[in-house]
């Protein structure tokens, strides 16, 4: 089946730390890229973090460069999203991705497969 599963989502205080991992299915392992977006409450979905996984390019959202860190294990079909120094703005559920597209894939309509997200809490 296809299928994209995040985890590692929960509270934590603001200044913390949390690692989020994503699970590729063979179906779902596109070869290419795979990103992250989050949605904050009220707000639409926003572009986070991306890598490709050949190479291990990576392009992050402004809001998050020098904080967070994406990586990937392809022998796994693996991504992770390490977050630290959260902020409370940070506050949403992350969802994973599969994308075709092999680099500047920063929009929604890039990606082929979605996640069903993970909560991130980040209390003041």
């Known amino acids: 089946q296809v299928q994209l599963v995040e985890s590692g989502g929960g509270l934590v205080q603001a200044g913390g730390s949390l690692r989020l991992s994503c699970a590729a299915s063979e179906r779902t392992f596109s070869g290419v890229t795979m990103g992250w977006f989050r949605r904050a409450p009220g707000k639409e979905r926003e572009f986070v973090a991306a890598?490709?996984?050949?190479?291990?390019?990576?392009i992050y959202a402004n809001s998050v460069k020098g904080r967070f860190t994406i990586s990937r294990d392809s022998a796994k079909k693996t991504t992770y999203l390490q977050m630290n120094s959260l902020k409370s703005e940070d506050t949403a559920a992350y969802y994973c991705?599969?994308?075709?597209?092999?680099?500047?894939?920063?929009?929604?309509?890039?990606?082929?497969?979605w996640g069903q997200g993970t909560q991130v809490t980040v209390s003041s």
């Open positions: 991705a599969s994308s075709f597209a092999l680099a500047g894939a920063t929009a929604e309509r890039q990606y082929r497969y």
């Open positions: 890598i490709t996984w050949a190479a291990g390019s990576t």
